[in-house]
């Protein structure tokens, strides 16, 4: 049990980033449960899979996985071999390392960019072998940065390009939305994301042959199980011809995603004004800087700030003892046991300032407020 005074204290907390569910959610999970009673993968997934075909407007093909982490696994085996590197930034979230250690391939860590904080191209080209194979850029917060030249720099070095978007579900690069074109994206649904299906992730590609194999992949490399289960029908007698997972979206969690589906533009358009509003009323106040960013098309998936002076782990404090929750995106992937590589010394300057401010389509003005006033309150000492 909880004491009074811990229960209200959490009531007051103002969350960093939230899961926002309600009746409708629910009522979907309950009408799998109570329909034919399948809750593994079957015509939930497949009709989840049509809604973000028909989303994304593209003639694409959409796989769904139990994770974005599965998503971007099952996206690394399907173009590597073990040993091949990919370049990826080192100021990410990291699964997209684990993803790509966990295919065999070697993640190359590379610095960001400050402005935008995505890859950083001209340190990525330096450390180009003849094992590259891929580059995976990071979404970092939603925005994709220079798409463009990522896809030149891949077509001037023969790479394959695994987009992490798993920030970024919604946003729009220059009039198309993310997923809707590119080499092989991905997407992530866990709880916190611009969209969540409980748990659960998407590939989507052109590639007909990444396709298949990320089809099979994801249901222990069961040849053309997917297409007999979307029937109705289940697999006795079958072939297998690579490794594979169990990392099949469920029912459950299809249903789940659909209705967020639905609810997309309204979660937009909070996640787009409160990161506007952070906008406007942090600017002007000393000892912060924002990134600039054009919210019009960018849908935020977390909205980060820098803190001068060395003051980060200070006003992370402050803001806890105000009930603000804070995070940190991320710890760069360089300096872990088990990705040790050599310094990066933009990446690990910029790690020093970051911090994160709440950010879910539930937050509140007044919520806002008490965040920018604890900020300016803190900036002023
Ligand atoms: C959330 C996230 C993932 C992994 O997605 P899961 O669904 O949590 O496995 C991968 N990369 C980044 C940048 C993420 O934020």
Known sequence: MYSTKKIIAMTRKIRVSKSVLNNEEAKAVSRVISGDGYLGMGKEVQKFEEDLKK??????KVICVNTGTAALHLAVAS????GDEILVQSLTYVASFQAISGASAVPIACEVDPT????????????????????MPIHYAGDPGNLDEIYKFAKKHNLRVIEDAAHAFGTIYKRKLIGSFG?????????????????GGAIVTADLKVAQYVKDGRLLGVHKDTERRYKGLRSWKFDVTHQGYRYHMSNLCAAIGRVQLRKFSSFKKNRQYLAERYVEFLKNIDGVEIFKKNYNNIVPHIFS???????????????NDSHVECGIHYYPN??????????????????????????????????QDTVISSIRKFCKK
């Open 334 to 367: 360089h300096l872990l046991s088990y990705y040790k590589s050599g310094i990066l010394p933009v990446t690990e300057d910029i790690y020093n300032q970051l911090l994160t401010l709440p950010l879910h389509p539930n937050l509140t003005r007044a919520q």
């Open 79 to 82: 173009v590597t071999k073990p």
């Open 183 to 199: 080499d092989i994206v991905c997407f992530s649904f866990d709880g916190i994301k611009n969209i969540t299906s409980g748990e």
């Open 116 to 135: 935008t904080m995505t890859i950083d191209l001209q340190d990525a080209e330096k450390r180009i072998t003849d094992k590259t194979k891929a580059i």
């Open 55 to 60: 989303f994304l407007g593209a003639k694409r």
């Open 305 to 319: 700030i820098k803190v001068m002076n060395g003051r980060r782990d200070k006003l992370m404090q402050y803001l």
